[in-house]
C-alpha cells in the first residue's frame, strides 16, 4: 500500500469536491474499493468503534469496480457518508493499494493516515 507523503497537510474536501467543509466534527476516510474484501472488514471496524469516538464523522470514498457501489452504500450508508470515485482519482492522490485510513480535520486537511485502523487512531 502507498500513497503520497504529502497527503498530510493536504485539503481532501476540496481535492474531491466533498461538500462537507466547515462542518464542526472531525473525520475518519476510508479510501477502498468495491471489489476488495479487507474494505468491509475496514467499514465493519469503523462502525464497531463509531460510539467510542465523540465528535467524529466515518466516510468513505471508494471506486466501484465490480458495480457494487448500490450495494455498498446499502450496507453501510446509514452510518457511514460514501462518496464515489475512480482509479485515475485515486492515482491522482497517491493511493495505490486499499484500504487506507485518514483523520481529517473540520476543514478537510488531512493530519494523520495509516494503513492499520487502529493505530491510526490511537495517535
Known amino acids: 500500500m502507498a500513497i503520497?507523503?504529502?497527503a498530510i497537510g493536504q485539503n481532501w474536501f476540496d481535492l474531491l469536491n466533498i461538500p462537507l467543509k466547515?462542518?464542526?466534527d472531525k473525520f475518519?476516510?476510508?479510501v477502498g474499493s468495491?471489489?476488495?474484501v479487507a474494505c468491509y472488514e475496514g467499514m465493519d471496524t469503523l462502525l464497531s468503534i463509531k460510539q467510542n469516538i465523540q465528535n467524529t464523522r466515518l466516510l468513505s470514498l471508494v471506486v466501484d469496480e465490480n458495480n457494487g457501489f448500490n450495494k455498498m452504500r446499502a450496507?453501510?450508508?446509514k452510518e457511514i457518508d460514501i462518496f464515489e470515485t475512480t482509479k485515475s482519482k485515486m492515482m491522482e492522490l497517491g493511493i495505490t493499494g486499499v484500504p487506507m485510513f485518514l483523520t481529517l480535520n473540520s476543514q478537510g486537511i488531512v493530519t494523520n493516515m495509516d494503513i492499520n485502523f487502529r493505530r491510526l487512531i490511537a495517535n
Open 4 to 6: 503520497a507523503q504529502n
Open 22 to 24: 466547515g462542518a464542526n
Open 28 to 30: 475518519i476516510l476510508m
Open 34 to 36: 468495491t471489489s476488495c
Open 75 to 77: 450496507l453501510y450508508g
